[in-house]
T-cell receptor
Framework: AQSVTQPDIHITVSEGASLELRCNYS??????LFWYVQSPGQGLQLLLK??????LVQGIKGFEAEFKRSQSSFNLRKPSVHWSDAAEYFC?????????????FGTGTQLKVEL | DAGITQSPRYKITETGRQVTLMCHQT?????MFWYRQDLGHGLRLIYY???????DKGEVPDGYVVSRSKTENFPLTLESATRSQTSVYFC????????????FGEGSRLTVL
């Protein structure tokens, strides 16, 4: 069965510092990989996704993620964090074929930004 | 406005009562989903639907019932609510393309006393 692990429950960074959120997955084949962000009291919004091609993908709000097949990882990064980035971040995997776009989510990482 | 809307946003009920959470989308997306969000568990899939009159169980379907008589609506019913069903429920939709983005509603916070 597929699973997603986000080992960091909470992360605190200073505004302007760099950020890396970790994500590891277990899947039978190479899946679609996603990062979503959830602001307080809101639904989830897609930051970026990966299926194939360049292993470094760019997303919205200045985020990027790198797929590493050998490590089954898809870590999210941002060079300089802004206070408005404080939110909860979810990594997710989904099927390439069949499966109806059902996503399996990690448990999330809560990001706090110190001014 | 186009989008995906959930109602009610907040609901308090008692154990044993029936509760229905509504979800409506205006994009004519084929896929619709219900997830629940709980601390320490992230989002877990309850049910999903590939089209009108086609539904299937997700990871945690017990205690829930869904229907989809129209493409745009996907209600979730708790036939006899239990305290363990206290959660935030999210509806989402996506089009048919593999890897298509899921668009989420703002969530329905349900408390079962």
């Amino acid at each position: 069965a597929q699973s997603v692990t986000q080992p960091d429950i909470h992360i605190t960074v200073s505004e302007g510092a760099s950020l890396e959120l970790r994500c590891n997955y277990s899947y039978g084949a190479t899946p679609y990989l996603f990062w979503y962000v959830q602001s307080p009291g809101q639904g989830l919004q897609l930051l970026l996704k990966y299926f194939s091609g360049d292993t470094l993908v760019q997303g919205i709000k200045g985020f990027e993620a790198e797929f590493k097949r050998s490590q089954s990882s898809f870590n999210l990064r941002k060079p300089s964090v802004h206070w408005s980035d404080a939110a909860e971040y979810f990594c997710a995997v989904g099927p390439i074929t069949g499966g109806g776009n059902k996503l399996t989510f990690g448990t999330g990482t809560q990001l706090k930004v110190e001014l | 406005d186009a989008g995906i809307t959930q109602s009610p946003r907040y609901k308090i009920t008692e154990t044993g009562r029936q509760v229905t959470l509504m979800c409506h989308q205006t994009w004519s997306h084929s896929y619709m989903f219900w997830y629940r969000q709980d601390l320490g568990h992230g989002l877990r899939l309850i049910y999903y639907s590939a089209a009108a009159d086609i539904t299937d169980k997700g990871e945690v379907p017990d205690g829930y019932v869904v229907s989809r008589s129209k493409t745009e609506n996907f209600p979730l019913t708790l036939e006899s609510a239990t305290r363990s069903q206290t959660s935030v429920y999210f509806c989402a939709s996506s089009d048919l393309r593999p890897g298509g983005e899921l668009f989420f509603g703002e969530g329905s916070r349900l408390t079962v006393l």
